[in-house]
């Protein structure tokens, strides 16, 4: 999930050089749309399962919702905040992104007020090993976790496929490496980067809907520490390049279950960041250096 | 009426003008050299014929068509294709990748006979398709620059100093090349500091000098003419 998001970040930062930082809270957004399309169908904290659409249904709507809100949003934040300042020095485009992040946070608050909102329970949590098969292991197999991982993986392996293979995709890498060059064989780049925004969007609103099924509640900030995180994991795996995000992101998700399992959850972000600084000590341009 | 033609086109860098004011023709068929030294203009004129840089006055129109301040890519998909000075290669994309970019513009799908027509002028690039574009030495480069910008099916061919860095024996190979497309119907518009081969393949020339044109002729009577000797031929 982490590397969903970390795939946002160097999806913009591999063609922009831009460190979206709204790009937490545009996700933090993805969760509410997704809350508000699963409280729409009846389902609610309350009176758990509804009896009349099935959750499925119920995910599917949320999930293209989700997608689709946080894909035009972010369309829109480029066009507002990003494209006018992208030939001016590079701490104004930054700047305009922090306000774009406090701007998305207040939306979010203003919507469902300050407090935590829980989510319903969607998906079943069970171990499968142990009530499907009915193993007596020491090893738990979660539903949910494989219900996170069997969409996760499939959308990253999907994306790196579109970058590779597609027109588009090709012409992603081609702006990213000489922009003006792009344009020179005929690539429309503005097309491009607003595409490429849509990309990164819809990755946070899928990313809203999965965190929200997993973790079952979401809160306004949300955005920030999620937004943190994800951009180590990009600077992790090597910020700009797409395969990198998604280790920078497993890894970091692996760093930080262990901890809470073996050490203890207070020390899950120390752990997290010192690995982060004796990374980047070593290798400057992150696990996998920069290649989109 | 003329392919391409530049009229009192004015450009600036903020309040720098590094144009000032020229004016050229290219007819189909031709190919046409603007030669000058270090900081006169040239990649300024193709900058701005491309549509990186907005002429500030002036108007460039292409076939009797104001193409003047639209952007890049329109331009391109208009018939002008750029091969820019230090080649511009996607470095991290494969050679077929960078030959595909080339064509990004245009909306047929079957790009085979232009493939075909890249790699039977640059047999090279044929060896080397799947290699990564950064990987390839300075004159393979300059051979996929030209590839690159010859699969947009230009209507005019516009070339920034492709002899730059390279060994006598291949900037020949370039430049008989360069004659072989044009042969082949492409129009070009060719910008060398190396005026002497520049004039040996051209037909006609300008002689750009801080931003303004001071010459313009027949290439034979360029490479004969004195000052053109004394000042870009190394004579005198
Ligand atoms: N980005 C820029 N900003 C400011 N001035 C520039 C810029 N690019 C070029 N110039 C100036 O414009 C003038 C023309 O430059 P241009 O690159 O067109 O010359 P050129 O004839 O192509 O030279 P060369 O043979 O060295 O490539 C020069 O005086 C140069 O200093
Ligand atoms: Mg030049």
């Not at chain 1, 545009?26 to 509410?32: I, N, P, S």
């Not at chain 1, 701490?91 to 979010?108: E, H, Q, T």
């Amino acid at each position: 999930m982490i590397a969903l998001i970390a795939l946002g970040y160097t999806l913009v930062y591999g063609i922009i050089e831009l460190i979206n930082f709204a790009h937490g809270d545009l996700f933090m957004l993805g969760t509410f749309v997704s809350l508000t399309v699963v409280g729409a169908f009846g389902f609610s904290t309350l009176f758990g399962a509804s009896t009349t659409t099935p959750a499925v249904l119920a995910i599917v709507v949320a999930l293209v919702a989700s997608v689709v809100f946080c894909g035009v949003l972010n369309v829109a934040i480029e066009r507002i905040a990003y494209r006018r300042l992208r030939h001016a020095p590079r701490l104004a485009p930054l700047i305009s992104a922090i306000g774009m992040s406090f701007i998305l946070v207040n939306i979010g608050q203003v919507w469902k007020g300050p407090s935590s909102q829980g989510f319903p329970t969607l998906i079943p949590d069970f171990d499968i090993l142990r009530d499907v098969f009915g193993m007596q292991t020491l090893v738990q197999l979660n539903f949910k976790e494989i219900f996170v991982v069997g969409i996760a993986v499939p959308l990253m392996i999907g994306l790196t496929l579109f970058i590779r293979r597609t027109k588009i995709g090709k012409a992603m890498r081609a702006v990213a490496q000489d922009r003006e060059m792009a344009g020179l064989v005929g690539i429309n780049v503005d097309q491009v980067i607003s595409f490429t925004f849509l990309l990164g969007g819809m990755l946070a609103g899928a990313a809203g809907l999965i965190y929200g099924l997993f973790n079952e509640n979401t809160v306004f900030n949300l955005g920030f520490s999620a937004g943190l995180k994800a951009f180590t994991a990009a600077v992790l795996g090597g910020i700009g390049n797409v395969t990198g995000a998604m280790l920078g992101g497993f890894v970091l998700g692996l760093i930080g279950a262990l901890t809470v399992q073996y050490v203890g959850a207070r020390w899950e972000q120390v752990l997290v960041f010192s690995v982060l600084v004796i990374i980047l000590v070593f290798r400057p341009l992150g696990l996998l250096g920069e290649e989109v | 009426m003329a392919l391409l033609e530049l009229h009192d086109v004015s450009t600036y860098y903020g309040s720098i003008q590094a144009l000032k004011g020229i004016s050229l023709t290219v007819d189909k068929g031709e190919i046409v050299t603007l030669i000058g030294s270090n900081g006169a203009g040239k990649s300024t004129t193709l900058r701005t014929i491309s549509g990186l840089l907005r002429p500030r006055s002036g108007t460039v129109t292409l076939e009797g068509k104001d193409i003047s301040g639209k952007p890049a890519h329109e331009i391109t998909a208009l018939g002008v294709a750029q091969s820019p000075e230090g080649r511009r290669i996607f470095g991290r994309l494969t050679v077929r990748e960078n030959l595909e970019m080339g064509a990004y513009g245009r909306t047929e799908t079957d790009l085979t006979a232009d493939f075909d027509r890249v790699f039977e002028l640059f047999p090279r690039l044929k060896e080397r398709v799947d290699q990564k574009g950064g990987t390839l030495s300075g004159g393979e480069q300059q051979m996929l620059a030209i590839g690159r910008a010859l699969m947009a099916k230009p209507r005019i061919l516009l070339l920034d100093e492709p002899s730059m860095g390279l060994a006598p024996i291949l900037v020949e190979l370039i430049f008989k090349i360069i004659r072989d497309i044009n042969t082949q119907g492409t129009t070009v518009l060719l910008v060398e500091q190396n005026a002497l081969v520049a004039l040996s393949v051209a037909h006609r020339g300008y002689v750009l000098q801080t931003g303004s044109i001071v010459l313009a002729d027949s290439a034979k009577a360029l490479a004969s003419n004195e000052m053109v000797r004394k000042a870009y031929l190394g004579e005198g």
